[in-house]
């Protein structure tokens, strides 16, 4: 594992996001959809639906919703959605996955290539970038009012079947191997409030983002976010 923290990466962004909560939600039942589609609405026969349930209960999204973009996939006349992923550099050599669900490739190909070239980064060949990342389960607990020192988590941690924990004064973070990440997201919400659970591509090496470049790096970041085909964006900065 790099060592850095990506709950102060979460906590850092928070409040941007807080303010497209809608556009969120968007991109939300867009997931649950292609989930829904593709393994069917039952949750408990679909793993990969009942994650994307989890991840729209995270960002407070009303269970109307939720149950429209299910119920939506059982129709006969849904949108042909495909999943794309585009990798690049932005400022300061830092280096960016971008997670699409697109029903049009050219569309998406072009908003993301000029998001690039209009904030200061290029976008590279595909496995020019994904190699720099691992695929990991994500979970974290806030120690604020935690009755459990670092012995006792890494204890429950290792018991729940995570392959690693990190900590400092405001959280502790776990990672998982992303099949494992059921189980052992299940196993610690018996004992702990999860503040954070999600399957996530984690940076093997981090950028530790200069000040001269800090705006530019975060300008690339929202602007690609905001884009309605863009689900994810994973980058290599530290901040």
Known sequence: MSGHSKWHNIQGRKNAQDAKRGKIFQKI????????????????????????????RSANMPKDNIKRAIDKASGANGADYEEITYEGYGPAGVAFLVHTLTD??????????????????????????SFMFDRKGYIAIVREGLDADED?????????????????????????????????????????????????????????VPDDKLEKVQRLIDHLEDEDDVSEVYTSAEF
């Open 29 to 56: 039942s867009r997931e649950l959809y292609m989930a829904a589609k593709s393994g069917g609405p039952d949750p408990d026969s679909n793993p990969q639906l009942r994650l994307m349930m989890d991840k729209a």
């Open 104 to 129: 049009n490739r050219n569309r998406t190909a072009s908003a993301v290539r000029a998001d690039f070239s209009h904030n200061g980064g290029s976008l590279g060949e595909s496995g020019s970038v």
């Open 152 to 208: 006792q988590m890494f204890e429950d941690v290792i018991d729940a079947g995570a392959d690693d924990l990190q900590t400092d004064d405001d959280v502790f973070e776990i990672y998982t191997d992303p099949k494992a990440f059921p189980e052992v997201r299940d196993a610690l919400q018996k004992k702990y409030e999860l503040a954070s659970a999600e399957l996530t591509m984690v940076p093997k090496t981090t950028v530790e």
